[in-house]
């Protein structure tokens, strides 16, 4: 079994790769940590407490970073609601948020256990930044490190920057800079996963799953105008579904530099798929829709049935 530690900013898509990490056998949710990104860190904490609770999970919740390294805060909140997922309104958690704050708690956990910890991240990292400058042999410790952010070819909060490394590039710099070879699932895959009107079909068996909060998020977020034609893409899912089957991606190695100081570009992800030696990346290009579709039902469907 693979042990899966998630930062994330719900967060339409990060429910669902909480769902999906939950929901999978081959996983053990080691902890979820939170970001301040598609809503404050006031949301993006409580929405994971009370997330946790309904999906049945007993995890650590730590909270983290306030606002990215340098910049001020920059939200998502017309994609994800002014609290983060949509309309839907989960009951209050009974847990309380984990004593340690979120870089320490990545610290922790990483180095309490070398080579075992798949650090996934899907939202700004500006917590993976902090904790790289607290502790840089987590760069050593952990299994792999895979992201949901930057694009290859274009932007959705800009035309050159994806959200999760415009929100924060100062960040993310760090991050690409450290020497870990980074997973890196960009738009360019990520709009591969769709939950188009057949996918959302599969999902109408899943009782409170599907009323409660699939239902309804998928609705708020696929009414946002770039998805209205295609439907919503569940960005953060992929990051999480390559940990537990690789074979779904194809990937490509690449040298990624963030731009922070361009002033039209920051926070794109220069991505060279030629550059060889000084790679610090791999890319994910293509995904495998069917095979991805059917291993996020079969999750949500154990999530369901607990
Ligand atoms: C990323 O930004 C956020 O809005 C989503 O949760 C995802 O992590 C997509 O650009
Ligand atoms: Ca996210």
């Known amino acids: 079994m693979k042990r899966i530690l998630l930062d994330c900013d719900p967060g339409i898509d990060d429910a669902l790769a909480i769902a999906l990490a939950h929901g999978s056998p081959e996983l053990e949710v080691v902890g979820l940590t939170t970001v301040a990104g598609n809503v404050g860190l006031e ?111 274009r932007g959705n909060v800009t035309p050159a920057a994806e959200f999760n490394i415009g929100a924060d590039p100062e960040a993310a710099s760090v991050v690409f800079e450290a020497p870990w070879r980074t997973v890196v699932f960009g738009l360019d895959l990520t709009h591969q996963a769709r939950a188009s009107a057949e996918v959302r079909e599969r999902f109408t068996g899943l009782g409170r799953l599907q009323h409660e909060l699939l239902a309804p998020c998928l609705d708020f977020y696929g009414s946002n105008r770039q998805y209205r034609e295609l439907g919503p893409a569940i960005h953060d899912a992929c990051a999480v579904a390559y940990v537990i089957s690789p074979e779904l991606f194809t990937l490509q190695e690449a040298r990624i530099d963030v731009e922070t100081s361009g002033r039209f570009t920051s926070g794109m992800t220069v991505t060279d798929f030629a550059s060889e030696e000084t790679n610090n990346a791999v890319v994910a290009t293509a995904l495998d829709q069917r095979g991805f579709w059917d291993l996020v039902t079969d999750a949500f469907e154990r999530v369901a049935r607990t």
């Open 43 to 153: 949301h993006t904490t409580p929405n994971a407490l009370r997330l946790a609770e309904f999906y049945g999970m007993d995890v650590p919740v730590a909270a983290g970073a306030q606002r990215p390294l340098v910049r001020p805060r920059h939200t998502a909140s017309t994609v994800h609601g002014s609290t983060g997922l949509g309309d839907v309104v989960l009951p209050e958690a009974k847990r309380q948020p984990h004593p340690e704050h979120a870089v320490d708690y990545i610290v922790d956990t990483v180095s309490a256990s070398p080579g075992e910890i798949s650090l996934v991240a899907v939202g700004p990292l500006t917590n993976i930044a902090l904790a790289l400058r607290k502790e840089p042999r987590i760069t050593e410790w952990v299994r792999e490190f895979v992201i949901m952010g930057g694009s290859y070819t």
